[in-house]
Nanobody, 128 residues
């Protein structure tokens, strides 16, 4: 059974960087994409970035484009989220999730609906 574990969160100052990792217990052919989602109090969980595991397709929310980079190392079964030039608005709990739905990423990643396996989340706090 697929399990996801996030790591790398913490406290960061504005303008600095953090890298999150999402390690999967297995990468089977059923896992089409891995996404990073962010949740802040009072808001729905927002898709931040997604990547497919076979093709080189990626998606970024407008709020992180140009600052965040999603990458993967299939041999390590790990997907990374490099977060640069952090701002207080990036504060939240970051979750990684797996989807078996073969949709184009800009449709898949705008909703949590097609992601069936979730990690436990890791807190990111950006504050001076």
């Amino acid at each position: 059974q697929l399990q996801l574990v996030e790591s790398g969160g913490g406290l960061a100052q504005p303008g600095t960087s953090l890298r999150l990792s999402c390690t999967a217990s297995t990468f089977t052919k059923d896992v089409y994409a891995i996404g990073w989602f962010r949740q802040t109090p009072g808001k729905d969980r927002e898709g931040v970035a997604c990547t497919t595991l076979i093709e080189n397709a990626t998606y970024y929310a407008d709020s992180v484009t140009g600052r965040f980079v999603i990458s993967r190392d299939n041999a390590k079964r790990t997907v990374y989220l490099q977060m640069n030039n952090l701002s207080p608005e990036d504060t939240g709990v970051y979750y990684c999730a797996a989807s078996d739905a073969g949709l184009v990423l800009h449709r898949l990643c705008i909703s949590t609906r097609r992601f069936g396996v979730w990690g436990q989340g890791t807190q990111v706090t950006v504050s001076s």
